[in-house]
């Protein structure tokens, strides 16, 4: 199994902007599509971003046009800039492959709070 790490979340005001990192520390994950996931307290679990191996991007519709994922095959790393954040972007965010085949991680808390 490979293990997801999550990283870079933390406390922004609205408007602000956050980058967030996923690395797969035992396998390979450039062979697959990956998919940012995020779960705000009482909600369950929605889908946020995903890229292909090819490098194309599907967005959920409430952050497109301010949600930009990529990755970094070399680094075993997914990405998530986040900006324009807005208050009912708190949640906690995780990362998977689209299928959500691997194991969950811990996920990285986002707080958009002024």
């Known amino acids: 199994q490979v293990d997801l790490v999550e990283s870079g979340g933390g406390l922004v005001q609205p408007g602000g902007s956050l980058t967030l990192s996923c690395a797969a520390s035992k396998n390979t994950i450039s062979d697959k599509a990956m998919a940012w996931y995020r779960q705000a307290p009482g909600k369950q679990r929605e889908f946020v971003a995903l890229?292909?191996?090819?490098?194309?991007?599907g967005y959920n519709t409430s952050v497109k046009g301010h949600f930009t994922v990529s990755r970094d095959n070399a680094k075993n790393t997914v990405y998530l800039q986040m900006n324009s954040l807005k208050p009912e972007d708190t949640a906690t965010y995780y990362c998977?492959?689209?299928?959500?085949?691997?194991?969950w991680g811990q996920g990285t808390q986002v707080t958009v709070s002024s």
């Open positions: 890229i292909t191996t090819g490098g194309g991007t």
């Open positions: 998977n492959t689209a299928s959500q085949s691997l194991d």
